[in-house]
């Protein structure tokens, strides 16, 4: 394997056989296959009589005899430094809800499925599907998870805030969750369910393999008591065409069952789906120098769709024309890792690179030199980037950075918003150029991988990292006028 590739595999996270034996998610080896959440905020402080240090006096108390409360600081990612001993805590009230699952092998890629429940939904509890693929210590390991979550409820804040919505008794309950999965070989570098048809489920893996799967009997198995065993899954159709393993998959909103793929050996191929199963064409489409990272299909148009690469660019192609593309641009410094196509505002996409950058460009003047937005904040490889299903200014990104776990994060930007005149009352963070797009900072996973906006329930996300998956709503998505309008009931 040349000097590129073992880059590729350290950035995507693949795990050696001796990291994985660790105890990651401290299950027991008993049930091996056992997903389960952790609450984040059990181990809180109860309401007890604690002693702490004040400016140094142990002893110090305030002069109405009530004990002094430890002050609450806000961590800059990039700017402050964690001291040995010293370890982050979630503000509780930075979330709508917030929960932990936990998983025995990491999911680096999994796909939210949609459903029947209803589109712009907002009130708690919360009930939705997923589908994740595993990398195991084995090949024969690996799996593909179905997952029915429900009883999402909202997170309960220190100071006991609720929603009238909610029953408070159940405020802090686990979320539940039911799972039916298959065998799968290999592990899986990618997993993207279709718009169309979420049972069907495409997944790219480590053996050079992209498989379909029809997994119909076991997403309705999940609001079924498991009274029957399920017969073994196998996929429809299987490509062995890819010169290498790649991670760039990608259905089309538009044309059901149409899907791309492109290898780490710079090839795209075109499938379309038949009466009964997929072709993929005979001939890729070349233009690209480097592995091809992510594709995006343009979210109305049925032949145009977008790919990014190592070799540092962005290119537009029409499906109709396989020797080159329609037009391309040097985009970043380093390699371009992940794309994002706006389904609200067709002519903007979202690109993330290496060196932690994130541009944001206008396909109507698209030229190098000449994004719309160029952000920095990250310190780390952009290894996710999507923007929000409903609104078209938001977008989330993820970094992942495995020497330093506090640069693993998962930030939320809106690109509608411009420097406040008035600086915001509360921590003095005056000192730090906070870009004024950002919206909020998500961390505590390790090395995160994907994150997704779930399409239906509004302004939930789902980030997956090697030590399992976390489920949030920040809880000043819904504070700005307008945000979300067209989800009243």
């Not at 040995?84 to 009230?93: F, I, P, R, V």
């Not at 065409?241 to 790649?246: N, T, V």
């Not at 490889?381 to 993820?398: G, R, Y």
């Not at 779930?454 to 000043?476: C, E, M, R, W, Y």
Request: aromatic letters at 8%; one cysteine or more.
């Amino acid at each position: 394997m040349d000097s590129r590739n073992n880059k590729k595999n350290k950035r995507r996270g693949r795990n050696n056989g001796s990291e994985k034996n660790k105890k990651q998610t401290g299950q027991t080896e008993e049930k091996v296959d056992d997903m389960r959440f952790e609450d984040p905020f059990e181990d809180e402080f109860e309401k007890e009589d604690v002693s702490m240090a004040v400016d140094g006096n142990e002893d110090a108390e305030m002069a109405d005899g009530d004990s002094k409360q430890v002050e609450k600081k806000v961590w800059m990612p990039g700017v402050n430094e964690m001291e040995d001993g010293e370890a982050l805590e979630y503000d509780s009230t930075a979330y709508d809800t917030y929960h932990k699952l936990n998983v025995q092998w990491p999911c680096l890629s999994f796909d939210i499925m949609t459903d029947s429940l209803g589109a712009f939904r907002r009130k708690f509890p919360v009930t939705m599907y997923m589908a994740a693929g595993t990398q195991a210590d084995k090949a024969n390991n690996n799996k593909v998870h179905l997952l029915k979550i429900s009883d999402l409820h909202r997170t309960k804040h220190d100071d006991g805030d609720g929603s009238e919505d909610d029953d408070d008794d159940d405020l802090d309950d686990d979320p539940i969750v039911e799972e039916r999965s298959f065998k799968h070989p290999g592990g899986v570098n990618r997993l993207r369910c279709m718009p169309q048809a979420p049972h069907i489920i495409a997944t790219m893996a480590d053996t050079q393999e992209v498989h379909i799967w029809d997994a119909e009997q076991q997403f309705k198995a999940l609001d079924k008591p498991p009274t029957s065993r399920l017969q073994p899954l196998k996929p429809v159709f299987t490509f062995s065409g890819h010169a290498d393993e790649g991670y760039a998959l990608d259905w089309s909103k538009v044309t059901p069952g149409r899907l791309l793929t492109g290898d780490c050996k710079k090839f795209v191929y075109l499938w379309e789906r038949t009466n009964t199963s997929w072709t993929v064409a005979q001939a890729p489409y070349v233009g690209h120098t480097d592995s091809v990272e992510d594709i995006q299909w343009s979210p109305n148009e049925s032949s145009v769709f977008a790919t990014c690469s190592v070799d540092k660019t962005i290119r537009i192609w029409d499906t109709r024309v396989k020797a080159k593309c329609m037009v391309w641009v040097a985009a970043h410094k380093t390699d371009v890792n992940v794309i994002s196509w706006n389904a609200k505002v067709s002519h903007l996409l979202a690109s993330g690179a290496d060196d932690g950058s994130m541009k944001i460009w206008d396909l109507r003047n698209f030229k190098s030199n000449s994004p719309t937005a160029n952000f920095h904040w990250h310190k780390s490889p952009l290894t996710s980037l999507e923007w929000h299903p409903t609104d078209e200014s938001v977008i989330a990104c993820s970094a992942a950075d495995i020497s330093d776990p506090s640069l693993s994060q998962v930030s939320i930007w809106d690109m509608s918003l411009e420097p406040d005149e008035d600086p915001a009352v509360g921590a003095d963070i005056s000192h730090v150029d906070l870009p004024a797009q950002l919206l909020f900072v998500h961390q505590g996973q390790k090395n995160i991988k994907e994150v997704h906006w779930h399409p239906q329930v509004s302004s939930l996300l789902v980030s997956t990292a090697l030590d399992g998956f976390n489920i949030f709503k920040p809880s000043n998505l819904g504070e700005i006028p307008g945000r979300g309008e067209e989800a009243k009931e």
